[in-house]
Structure formats: structure tokens, C-alpha cells
Nanobody, 119 residues
Framework: QVQLVEYGGGLVQAGGSLTLSCAAS????????MGWYRQAPGKQRELVAT???????NYADSVKGRFTISGDNAKNTVYLQMECLKPEDTAVYSC?????????????WGQGTQVTVSS
């Protein structure tokens, strides 16, 4: 049973910073891909950033240059460092892990953490 637990959400003023953490119940290298998604009220969930087991990162255009995803395998944790936050970054942020198995991709999700950016 894979568990992902997010930490670090909260309320921050525009222009501020927050760092989210996603603690996995096993080595993050055991997953092919880990990432962060977000969902704002009334909107669809969208990809924020991903990091592969090889360290390749990918970002949504809306967060490039402001957010940084990283992983610490010793702590089984993936981080999302968010800077220069904007009100439109307000959303529930969820951690995701993907594992390719013979039958296809398996997705694992955390419970989500709220990030609110005030103007």
C-alpha cells in the first residue's frame, strides 16, 4: 500500500513563498514519475510539475521560473518550492506518483493540501 502525505500548505500574501512536501511510504526512486497537481475551485485539475526517477523535471508554463520541484530519496520526499506566488496559484495541491507495471500505469495520490494566496 503506497501512501503519499503532503505538508506545507497555508495562507501567504502575493509575492511570498511556500514549500510543499510530499512524504512517500517508500523510496521515491521506486516510482517512474512523481509530481504535483493543483485544482482551483470550479476548475479542472492541472499539472504543476513533475520529476522523473532520473531527475528530469517538467513544469507548467504558468509556474516556470517560479516553482522548483526536487526530490530527496533519503527522506522519501518530493518538494515543491513555490516563489513569487500569485492569487491565481490558489488551489488544492496534490502529490502524485506513477508506476509503470505490466498492466499499465498505476497512479497514487495524496490527500491534498490547500494553498491560498491573498492579494
Amino acid at each position: 500500500q503506497v501512501q503519499l502525505v503532503e505538508y506545507g500548505g497555508g495562507l501567504v500574501q502575493a509575492g511570498g513563498s511556500l514549500t510543499l512536501s510530499c512524504a512517500a511510504s517508500r523510496s521515491i526512486f521506486s516510482f517512474n514519475l512523481m509530481g504535483w497537481y493543483r485544482q482551483a475551485p470550479g476548475k479542472q485539475r492541472e499539472l504543476v510539475a513533475t520529476i522523473s526517477s532520473g531527475g528530469t523535471t517538467n513544469y507548467a508554463d504558468s509556474v516556470k521560473g517560479r516553482f522548483t520541484i526536487s526530490g530527496d530519496n533519503a527522506k522519501n520526499t518530493v518538494y515543491l518550492q513555490m516563489e513569487c506566488l500569485k492569487p491565481e496559484d490558489t488551489a488544492v495541491y496534490s502529490c502524485n506518483a506513477k508506476k509503470l507495471r505490466p498492466g499499465g500505469w498505476m497512479d497514487y495520490w495524496g490527500q491534498g493540501t490547500q494553498v491560498t494566496v491573498s492579494s
